[in-house]
């Protein structure tokens, strides 16, 4: 069930623009607060959070699950989107390259998507 939702995210987010759209797979880990995170970046916090709505509206409509919570709304220069099971990161693109998120989990199984039309 994870994967198929974890696609949902990152297709989403690939459709407002998201850039360089990654999943971590944190289960064998057994350590990490959720099973996945799926992590993109936007240039503009306007975009940011078309994706952040975006990511909502597709969950909701494909795979019945409304948003756990959320933080990072009142700046949109990074968002989280807690699932439980899946946290969706949305970053503007120097807050992703300043955290850089994805090497704190270098371990995880990475899988990059790209939109079809590129």
């Keep these: 069930m994870s994967e198929s939702t974890v696609k949902v995210i990152a297709e989403a987010?690939?459709?407002?623009?998201?850039?360089?759209?990654?999943?971590?797979?944190l289960?064998?880990?057994?350590?990490?607060?959720?099973?996945?995170?799926?992590v993109c970046n936007a240039d503009s916090t306007t975009n940011v959070n078309a994706i952040a709505d975006n990511?909502?509206?597709?969950?909701?409509?494909k795979c019945s699950r409304k948003v756990v919570r959320s933080q990072g709304r009142e700046h949109c220069l990074w968002i989280i989107l807690d699932?439980?099971?899946?946290?969706?990161?949305?970053?503007?693109?120097?807050?992703?390259?300043?955290?850089r998120l994805e090497n704190l989990w270098a371990d995880a199984d990475k899988k990059?998507?790209?939109?079809?039309?590129e």
């Design 27 to 38: 289960r064998p880990i057994g350590t990490a607060i959720a099973d996945w995170f799926v």
């Design 112 to 117: 990059e998507y790209k939109d079809e039309q």
């Design 13 to 25: 987010m690939l459709e407002k623009k998201g850039k360089d759209v990654v999943s971590l797979d």
């Design 55 to 61: 990511i909502e509206e597709k969950m909701i409509e």
């Design 83 to 99: 699932y439980t099971d899946i946290a969706a990161h949305i970053f503007q693109t120097e807050y992703r390259n300043f955290y």
